[in-house]
């Protein structure tokens, strides 16, 4: 759907920008989630009290809150395979969390190519809680 890739090319990073470095707090994550959902809403023309989850799902598009995961874990993977020490160092220091959130859904921290597995682990929730 030409719609969908538009809103995933433009849209998207617009609502994802910084999000790898910054804290999101509760009240954001909902507001960034609600534009999410309601682009799938109006492409769609569903109403608001409907889940947009199967929508996102067969259009290959995550909940925002997965998006966000998946974009902090790609980053710090990244910023560990640095040789300056400058940038390696904040990556250590996260190396911890990162990995608890790696295991949780399913991946190792330290391959940069876990795509896959993290979008097969993601969709078969989103599909239970469907």
């Not at 199967?54 to 710090?76: D, E, K």
Request: charged letters at 15%.
């Amino acid at each position: 759907m030409a719609a969908i890739h538009l809103i995933k090319s433009y849209c998207l990073p617009t609502l994802m920008y910084g999000c790898e470095v910054c804290s999101i707090s509760d009240h954001s994550l909902h507001t960034i989630s609600v534009a999410w959902n309601n682009c799938f809403r109006r492409v769609f023309k569903c109403c608001w009290r409907e889940s947009v989850k199967p929508f996102q799902y067969y259009c290959n598009a995550l909940p925002i809150s997965y998006f966000i995961v998946q974009r902090r874990l790609t980053f710090w993977c990244k910023m560990q395979h640095f040789n300056n020490i400058v940038l390696r160092t904040p990556s250590s220091l996260k190396h911890y969390s990162f990995v608890a959130i790696a295991a949780k859904y399913g991946t190792n921290s330290h391959n940069v190519s876990f795509k896959n597995a993290f979008w097969q682990t993601v969709s078969s929730a989103v599909l239970v809680k469907c």
